[in-house]
């Protein structure tokens, strides 16, 4: 299989710009409907107990977006009712991980839950899966993730958010964040879901701090431009007004910085168009 994204004409790069967290909160769901009908963002990932979710589920599949399932292990959301789902802060779920300590059986079937309501809400298989917090690729999960896509959408288009670290052209913590998260099962995660005859992206973009307002994201999302490759992802987390509890002022800073004229004019200069992952 090839790994590409679908190549736009006159030899631009098409890069993903995924969106996390639809779902989560309404000032999302709005941020990433509007910067969908404005073309600057192609997918989004959702967070499918998320409490606006369903509201505008209609919205969204009329959208055009790429739809992936964020899977979550972390923070258990309103529609979650089930009292065995397992949910853990992230550095506590990367050390049960690490030590094989998850039950299995209890990790795959919050996996098939969370893909059942998905299917549920918005009548369609996802067209990608990546997780919240990068869980996805940690070990057990990533195996238990794998098994369970592979019972379900066998020989079906899907690809699987790859987070080795893009070619991010600086140095310092944010590079050391984005290697940080590559090394906790990037590599392995590739691996699985090519014998799965899955697609991965190439590197992935948009790894930063939450901080600086919008002439930090500015810069970054700049750079970002020129690093990307011919099958990058770039996540980001836009919202349209402040939300306590989901990244605050600095979700409204990425909305108003993809909103603006500035990022279409960046997309022309590095030459790039923003568009789906052809799996």
């Not at 994204?5 to 967290?21: E, L, M, R, S, W």
């Not at 989560?24 to 409907?33: P, Q």
């Not at 996996?111 to 998905?118: E, G, M, P, S, T």
């Not at 369970?148 to 020989?155: F, G, I, K, P, T």
């Amino acid at each position: 299989m090839k790994n590409n994204q679908k190549t736009a004409t006159n030899g631009i790069k098409c890069i993903v710009v995924c969106a996390d967290d639809f779902g989560m909160h309404s000032g999302i769901d709005v941020a990433v409907l509007r910067l969908a009908e404005m073309g600057r963002v192609s997918a989004t990932s959702c967070l499918v107990d998320g409490a606006s979710f369903a509201h505008h589920a209609r919205a969204l599949g009329a959208s055009g977006l790429q739809i992936g399932l964020h899977l979550n292990f972390t923070e258990r959301l309103d529609s979650d009712v089930d009292p065995q789902a397992l949910y853990a802060p992230v550095s506590t779920l990367i050390a049960r991980s690490y030590l094989r300590q998850l039950d299995c059986d209890r990790v795959r079937r919050q996996i098939a839950r969370q893909l059942d309501r998905f299917e549920a809400v918005l009548g369609c298989r996802p067209d990608f899966i990546d997780g919240h917090q990068h869980v996805h690729q940690l070990p057990q999960i990533r195996q238990c993730l794998m098994a369970e896509l592979a019972h379900r959408y066998r020989n079906k288009l899907l690809w699987i958010r790859n987070t080795r670290m893009g070619r991010l052209g600086m140095t310092g913590s944010f590079r050391y964040k984005a290697g940080v998260i590559q090394a906790l099962g990037s590599s392995a995660m590739a691996r699985l879901a090519r014998e799965a005859r899955f697609a991965v992206n190439q590197d992935f973009l948009g790894v930063y701090d939450f901080q600086g307002g919008r002439a930090a994201y500015g810069r970054l999302l700049k750079m970002w431009f020129g690093a990307a490759g011919g099958a990058s992802v770039l996540m980001c987390h836009p919202c349209d007004r402040p939300a306590r509890g989901v990244l605050g002022e600095q979700r409204v800073a990425e909305f108003d910085v993809l909103a603006d004229g500035s990022t279409a004019g960046w997309l022309e200069e590095y030459g790039l168009s923003v568009g789906g992952f052809s799996a």
